[in-house]
């Protein structure tokens, strides 16, 4: 079965302590993304990569990392120097279409809250 | 800015008709996407519209107006598992995919 895979579901974070987030996935997509959710607001973009070694700043990254090793495999780490972190973390990946365009297709989220 | 609008919350019966509207202001356009969103869970891709017009895809259909910035989704015949949110989200000049808060559509029996 094809898919993206985010681990854990639901995690916890103690004050001044980093969190790794998961998200793997066997689409064989180039693209690979992280949002955030918060309730009442649009999806916020954190990071993206478009190719393997490389990704870019979404609107908001600060107090975020990410890395790209692996085409499969794009982990979000949230760091203490990120106040607020108590969210819904989505990953995503996309396939591009004809018009330059790209669907994404999303995994089932991790939710974070503050311990 | 860019900007997108949709109504908050809708409430329909079971079996009728529902159009959710979303207005969009970005820089530069390269088509509209719909996601269902049901809560707690990811969001799941419903349509694409890069062209004006109607696109059908059985129950739901989208529609795009460029020149207006303006979309719907139609749905019909509603069923109680269409209850979740709906997300519009427009790709802008960079292909980055700028969203709306969702409205979240409730149905009654």
């Known amino acids: 079965d094809g898919g993206i895979t985010q681990s854990p579901k639901y995690l916890f974070r103690k004050e001044g302590q980093n969190v790794t987030l998961s998200c793997e996935q066997n689409l064989n997509h180039d693209a690979m993304y992280w949002y955030r959710q918060d309730p009442g607001q649009g999806l916020r973009l954190i990071y993206y990569s478009q190719i393997v070694n490389d990704f870019q700043k979404g609107d908001i990254a600060e107090g975020y990392s990410v890395s790209r090793e692996k085409k499969e495999s794009f982990p979000l780490t949230v760091t203490s120097a990120q106040k607020n972190p108590t969210a819904f973390y989505l990953c995503?990946?996309?396939?591009?279409?004809?018009?330059?365009?790209?669907?994404?297709?999303f995994g089932a989220g991790t939710r974070l809250s503050v311990l | 800015g860019q900007n997108i609008d949709q109504p908050t919350e809708m409430t329909a019966t079971e079996g009728a008709i529902v159009q959710i509207n979303c207005t969009y202001q970005?820089?530069?356009?390269?088509?509209l996407f719909w996601y269902q969103q049901h809560a707690g869970e990811a969001p799941t891709f419903l349509s694409y519209?890069?062209l004006d017009g109607l696109e059908e895809k059985g129950r739901f259909s989208s529609f795009l107006s460029r020149s207006k910035g303006y979309s719907y989704l139609l749905l019909k015949e509603l069923q109680m598992k269409d209850s979740a949110s709906y997300l519009c989200a427009v790709m802008d000049s960079n292909y980055q995919l700028i969203w709306g808060a969702g409205t979240k559509l409730i149905i009654k029996p």
């Open positions: 970005t820089s530069g356009f390269n088509g």
């Open positions: 519209n890069v």
């Open positions: 995503a990946s996309s396939i591009t279409l004809g018009t330059g365009a790209s669907i994404q297709y």
